[in-house]
């Protein structure tokens, strides 16, 4: 069948391209995308930031979609179920031992991305939370207040957020954060100094910044864990040997590194999206028909204060909407 998928061909530059997608193979499954949410990683694909393998190249890995056909050997999905997809494309085969089911129809697809909401369930495994632990979050963007979302529900004595936007701190204090800090003013400069002197047991860096990963370990009590959960784009100039003296334990807390791989961090996330841990109403604060992703991918990269998350929707170009360039 013929499908339209976006397509990166350079820096800068993204174009709607018609694919062919063949039948689902016997454990596959095809699915129809419904909505896709823009990450950081293609955000810097497509400015250059980071270089993919080769040129052009389909993105995505945030979808929602629906299954439309059934491979004879998968006997857990039917047609007509949700489950999440990969790239931004109206239909892909997907190998369906990865995929696992939403129980009910989502009212809004694009508020249900399961990938990011996976990516916090395996870091929290990788954290080794103890009760009463008090955790300190640097940054509340995208991915730092689903950090806060999930650690809300742990039985932390303290959960701090730092941030320069007040807007992204009232969100985690509506999580859950007992105490926010606004990072970019003297009385939160002036407070985080504060924090120096009674550190945490645990510290989650957020921001992907040089100067808050450089800081973060001066947050961290002796013998505590720090997690580099941001994707730092560019190489850091660490004071290691502060690390080393107070025998700091440093996560790296990417998507399955560390942690149980009977443990199926995709399924779990949905079980935690359907319970309401993981909510996305908020989250989403900009949604673009896939046709438009010049427009799209420029607004993720600028991004402007109000913006949080950023979704595709697919069903327009699905109905056959042919061509768009950015």
């Known amino acids: 069948m013929k499908a339209l998928a976006v397509h990166f061909l350079k820096p800068g530059k993204a174009e709607i391209r018609e694919t062919q997608v063949k039948d689902p193979a016997p454990n596959q499954v095809q699915v129809k995308c419904v909505a896709n949410g823009i990450c950081m990683a293609e955000v810097s694909l497509f400015t250059g930031v980071e270089k993919p393998r080769q040129y052009p190249f ?154 808050t990963v450089a800081d973060a370990a001066d947050y961290v009590r002796g013998g505590g864990r720090l997690s580099i959960f941001a994707w730092h784009h560019a190489p850091r100039s660490l004071d290691l040997g502060r690390w080393h003296m107070r025998g700091i334990t440093v996560l790296n807390s990417a998507p399955g590194i560390g942690i149980d791989h009977n443990v199926d961090c995709f399924h779990r996330a949905i079980m935690l999206i359907e319970r309401g841990v993981f909510d996305f109403s908020d989250l989403v604060t900009h949604r673009h028909p896939a046709s438009d992703i010049g427009q799209a991918m420029k607004l993720a990269a600028r991004r402007p204060p109000d913006y949080i998350k950023g979704v595709l929707l697919f069903d327009e170009m699905a109905r056959g909407r042919s061509r768009a360039r950015s």
């Open 58 to 211: 389909i993105p995505g890995h945030e979808g929602i979609a629906v299954v439309t056909k059934v491979g004879k050997d998968v006997k857990h999905l039917k047609a007509g179920d949700y489950v999440p997809s990969f790239n931004w494309s109206t239909a892909e085969n997907i190998d369906a031992s990865r995929l696992q089911k939403f129980t009910e129809p989502p009212c809004d697809p694009a508020l249900i991305l399961t990938e990011p909401a996976s990516c916090v369930v395996t870091a929290i495994y990788s954290y080794n939370i103890t009760p009463g632990d008090r955790v300190l979050v640097l940054g509340a963007g995208f991915m730092g207040l689903l950090n806060v979302q999930g650690l809300a529900h742990c039985p932390l004595a303290e959960l701090v957020v730092t941030d320069v936007k007040q807007h992204n701190l009232d969100l985690a204090k509506k999580y859950g954060a007992t105490d926010v800090i606004h990072s970019g003013t003297p009385e939160g400069k002036a407070r985080l100094e504060e924090l120096k002197e009674r550190r945490f047991d645990l510290v989650v860096e957020c921001a992907g910044v040089e100067s």
